[in-house]
T-cell receptor
Framework: LAKTTQPISMDSYEGQEVNITCSHNNIATNDYITWYQQFPSQGPRFIIQGYKTKVTNEVASLFIPADRKSSTLSLPRVSLSDTAVYYCLVGGFSGNTPLVFGKGTRLSVIA | GAVVSQHPSRVICKSGTSVKIECRSLDFQATTMFWYRQFPKQSLMLMATSNEGSKATYEQGVEKDKFLINHASLTLSTLTVTSAHPEDSSFYIC?????????????FGEGSRLTVL
């Protein structure tokens, strides 16, 4: 399973765009990249998933360069409620392959 | 969207007792579910893979006789912490993916916080 590396923490003011980059140098050909958000005392919540190039949904964008050795989660105009831990995970998602969590990035949004 | 539910959300027990935590997939079938443990300010640590109709696969360092896992149906997996001790106090989270979903999101339960006195 590909190992991921993310910044331990980030701070941002409300209304700013936040970009969190994740390194996954040994990503496999059939691996997808998925980002989860976790609030204290809650289970992780799916944010976005991608394989290559750019993916956008109603809450975030995911940028993946051609070599797929990294990815960047972009959160537009963050609010205080976006304060959470964000995890980048890499895996094939065959249904019976567990996801291994890295340390995640603790995002603190300041008013 | 698919939902995974855990019960209880919080449990407090005395040292030496056993506690059972249930994980249910509410609107999909899951042949495989995963159990994680999370200590304060730390990431999720995979404990075991629960397979419907067969024995669970435990990660290195996780005692199978301590953490009993039963996956008796396609919608229910249970984790029993036997003879719990204060060091077992933690946040336990299960996850599952819809059967045959291929590449897709893994759904997580709300988590169960165990406090052993």
């Amino acid at each position: 399973l590909a190992k991921t590396t993310q910044p331990i923490s980030m701070d941002s003011y409300e209304g700013q765009e936040v970009n969190i980059t994740c390194s996954h140098n040994n990503i496999a050909t059939n691996d997808y990249i998925t980002w989860y958000q976790q609030f204290p005392s809650q289970g992780p919540r799916f944010i976005i998933q991608g394989y290559k190039t750019k993916v956008t949904n109603e809450v975030a964008s995911l940028f993946i360069p051609a070599d797929r050795k990294s990815s960047t989660l972009s959160l537009p105009r963050v609010s205080l409620s976006d304060t959470a831990v964000y995890y980048c995970l890499v895996g094939g998602f065959s249904g019976n392959t567990p996801l291994v969590f890295g340390k995640g990035t603790r995002l603190s949004v300041i008013a | 969207g698919a939902v995974v539910s855990q019960h209880p959300s919080r449990v407090i027990c005395k040292s030496g007792t056993s506690v059972k935590i249930e994980c249910r997939s509410l609107d999909f079938q899951a042949t495989t579910m995963f159990w994680y443990r999370q200590f304060p300010k730390q990431s999720l640590m995979l404990m075991a893979t629960s397979n419907e109709g067969s024995k669970a696969t435990y990660e290195q360092g996780v005692e199978k006789d301590k953490f009993l896992i039963n996956h008796a149906s396609l919608t229910l997996s249970t984790l029993t912490v036997t003879s719990a001790h204060p060091e077992d106090s933690s946040f336990y989270i299960c996850s599952a993916q819809a059967q045959g979903a291929g590449t897709g999101e893994l759904f997580f339960g709300e988590g169960s916080r165990l406090t052993v006195l």
